[in-house]
């Protein structure tokens, strides 16, 4: 049994919804499943870009919290 996946709602402009089309209908897939594919796929690149940008920052001494300089 798998679990229900949260639903969001998204608008394509009209020439990306055209591609989104043609590229569903040549993989022979449903437009949101391939839209959800696509997008799942570009979330997981853009977070690891953050996290490692974070993590960089991070051993350079930046955390992102100023209150640790607020006492020096």
């Not at 639903?7 to 402009?13: E, G, I, N, Q, Y």
Request: hydrophobic content about 45%.
């Amino acid at each position: 049994m798998s679990l229900d996946k949260p639903s969001v709602h998204v608008r394509l402009a009209p020439e990306q919804h055209a591609q989104l089309a043609a590229l569903a209908e040549a993989e022979d897939r449903d437009m949101a499943g391939l839209a959800a594919s696509l997008l799942e796929a570009a979330i997981v690149g853009r977070f690891h870009t953050f996290r490692v940008a974070a993590d960089r920052l991070s051993r350079m001494g930046f955390s992102g919290n100023n209150r640790e300089r607020e006492g020096s």
